[in-house]
Each structure stands twice: as structure tokens, then as C-alpha cells.
């Protein structure tokens, strides 16, 4: 069962889902590229949401190792849509907490793969 704190984090990746999909309806983007960001921004909350019921730890670590690269995709994407729409359509702001993203998920692995210790 995810902790209260993996809930919050959960939401708050739904909620960057969503402020992508709005910001992308805001611009006059090409489909393909609306369907790639929006594919991969919503997949970092998934995976991090499926690493939550993970099986084993590798299992979790994998599912982790999704969302950063999903996360990692999706700053690309961001920086894609940055050179289309010009410096008066900023996405600053969603680039920085992808990036955040990637941070946190390079540290849950850095740890996860940490030694087991028994108390």
C-alpha cells in the first residue's frame, strides 16, 4: 500500500499531466507532437504509480527506471515545444518539475539498489 507521501507525489504527477495537456491545447502544435508529450508525461505518473504495487524489488526499480526516462522524454518534448512556440510561450515552469522528477527518481534508485539491511 503507497505511503501518504507516495500519494501526494502521485497526485502531483497527475496534475503535471494534466498542466501539459492544458498548455498543449493552448498552442497550435502538430499532432504528433501533442500525442508524444502527452504519452510520455502521462506515463511518468503511471510508472511510478506501478512501481508502488511492484512484486519484487528489481521489479520496482524497473518500474522507477520508466518513469525517469519517461520524465527525461517528456523535458525533450517540453524542449521541443519551446523552439515551435517561440520565448512569449514559456514552459519553463514544467520543464523544471520534469527535471525534478528525473532527480528524485535517479535517487530512488541510487538507494533501492542500496544493500538490504535487516534490523
Do not use: H
Not at 502521462?42 to 520496482?60: L, M, P, V
Not at 527525461?72 to 515551435?84: D, F, G, N, P, S
Amino acid at each position: 500500500m503507497p505511503s501518504e507521501r507516495s500519494r501526494a507525489i502521485l497526485e502531483d504527477m497527475v496534475n503535471l499531466s494534466v498542466e501539459v495537456i492544458e498548455y498543449c491545447q493552448t498552442l497550435s502544435l502538430p499532432a504528433s507532437v501533442v500525442n508524444q508529450i502527452t504519452k510520455s508525461a502521462s506515463s511518468i505518473g503511471a510508472n511510478f504509480s506501478e512501481a508502488q504495487d511492484a512484486s519484487s524489488r528489481k521489479d520496482f526499480i524497473n518500474k522507477i527506471y520508466i518513469a525517469k526516462k519517461e520524465s527525461a522524454e517528456t523535458k525533450y518534448w517540453l524542449a521541443v515545444i519551446a523552439k515551435i512556440s517561440g520565448p512569449s510561450r514559456s514552459c519553463d515552469n514544467l520543464s523544471q518539475k520534469v527535471q525534478n522528477y528525473t532527480m528524485m527518481f535517479q535517487k530512488i534508485i541510487n538507494t533501492s539498489k542500496g544493500p538490504i539491511v535487516n534490523c
